[in-house]
């Protein structure tokens, strides 16, 4: 009976020492720092089993988060013990222990569930613990981008007063002069004075147009209507109209035959040749030559507006289709002001008619951007209908 007891007691002992060290060694992998919800579940997995009675024939497995994690081989008749894990009160997944052969003893349930919901309980803890802690981490992450935000906001706002009171302050003083002296001004005068208003007006405009476009197209505004255009017509009003603006530019326009015929969104592509053309005349020096080209390549059109100025460096040729992105030491020419908008734009509408813009150097000097539009292969009109064509 001595013996019985004494074999009884130390199998007991044997027993609560390998629960405590199951215990010991959960409580240490929950405060591991650092570690992955991951790898603790799968650490916590592999020292259940040691816990509990006859561990040779037990397997554990804690659910969670759509994952399953388990230490030795389930098998189907198991005899399964289960608790819940719960996060605030709701149940995130379970935890189980899964015997080969039930053991005999009736009070099987009895102080082994007390000790897995102990460990659910603790499992619980630390999905508690991570979710505060990804919580605290995204309202910090949050945080940095608000400010981030709102720093972007006041620099837009500086640079968008500045570049706007440029044009404003030329039309304010050219029209009080006039206003002032209108008697005493030769019509020469008056005439210069108007020119100096009309191109600040047109500078203004242009400033506006590409902000309003640009907070369009951040709202996923770009809708485009795209029909078969004439790519000729297009390049050739563009050039046109550049003229007129800029009479100390040689401007120049080619459009191959066979690149006339594009499907586009004509009022697009008319956006990105004006702001490409814009830039060739604001950053080149007057006299020199601006040529719009297009022809035909494999999968479409390629268009390409060079001129002869200094170019881009080759470390910015990649900066310079970022929104706000000016070349901070460009040799300006005056009335060489802007918001960086231009290029990011043409980006954009390019981008949706599913082409690609580049910008390079030419060999003899001068930058040259190109883009491409793509166009069906054959580039034959649709088949007509039977009927229309019997007609
Ligand atoms: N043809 C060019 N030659 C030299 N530098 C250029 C040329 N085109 C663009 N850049 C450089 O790239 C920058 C970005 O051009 P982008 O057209 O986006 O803006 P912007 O002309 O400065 O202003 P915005 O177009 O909004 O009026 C310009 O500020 C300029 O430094
Ligand atoms: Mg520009």
Not at 135 to 149: D, N, S
Not at 268 to 277: E, Y
Not at 347 to 354: E, S
Request: proline share 5%.
């Amino acid at each position: 009976m001595a013996t019985r007891a004494s074999t009884f007691s130390r199998g007991t002992l044997r027993k609560r020492i390998g629960e405590l060290q199951c215990l010991y060694g959960i409580a240490s992998v929950a405060a591991m720092p650092g570690a992955t919800l991951e790898e603790q579940a799968s650490r916590i997995v592999e020292l259940l089993p040691g816990a509990f009675r006859d561990h040779r024939r037990a397997f554990a497995r804690i659910t969670h988060g759509g994952r399953e994690y388990v230490s030795g081989t389930p098998f189907p008749d198991a005899f399964i013990l289960s608790a819940d894990i719960t996060d605030d009160g709701e149940r995130v997944g379970s935890v189980e222990i899964g015997y080969r052969d039930a053991p005999a003893e009736p009070d099987i349930c009895g102080p082994e569930a007390l000790l897995l919901n102990a460990v659910a309980e603790r499992l619980g803890g630390i999905v508690e613990r991570r979710r505060s802690r990804d919580q605290l981490q995204t309202m910090k992450r949050k945080a940095v981008e608000f400010k981030a935000l709102d720093r972007m906001k006041t620099n837009l706002l500086a640079t968008v007063s500045h570049e706007l009171r440029t044009p404003l302050t030329t039309i304010k003083g050219y029209t009080t002069m006039m206003l002032d002296y209108h008697a005493k001004l030769a019509p020469e005068e008056i005439r210069d004075c108007l020119e100096a208003v009309d191109a600040a007006t047109d500078r203004l405009r242009r400033l506006v147009d590409n902000l309003l476009e640009t907070s369009r197209l951040e709202a996923g505004m770009l809708k485009l209507d795209k029909r078969p255009g004439d790519l000729r017509e297009l390049v050739e009003g563009v050039a046109a109209e550049a003229r007129l603006r800029s009479a100390r530019h040689d401007i120049a326009a080619r459009v191959a035959a066979d690149a006339r015929k594009v499907e586009m969104d004509e009022r697009r592509i008319r956006q990105v040749l004006d702001n490409l053309v814009e830039n060739a005349i604001k950053y080149s020096p007057d006299g020199g030559t601006i040529q719009i080209a297009a022809r035909r390549n494999d999968g479409g059109v390629e268009v390409s507006v060079s001129d002869e100025g200094p170019g881009i460096p080759p470390q910015e040729l990649a900066h310079v289709f970022k929104r706000m992105y000016r070349l901070a030491r460009a040799p300006r020419k005056p009335g060489a002001d802007g918001l960086g908008l231009g290029l990011s734009i043409c980006q954009r509408i390019v981008k949706a008619h599913g082409g690609t813009i580049r910008a390079a150097n030419r060999e003899t000097g001068g930058a040259v951007i190109t883009f491409t539009l793509p166009c069906r292969a054959d580039g034959r009109k649709k088949p007509r209908r039977a009927k229309e064509a019997g007609a």
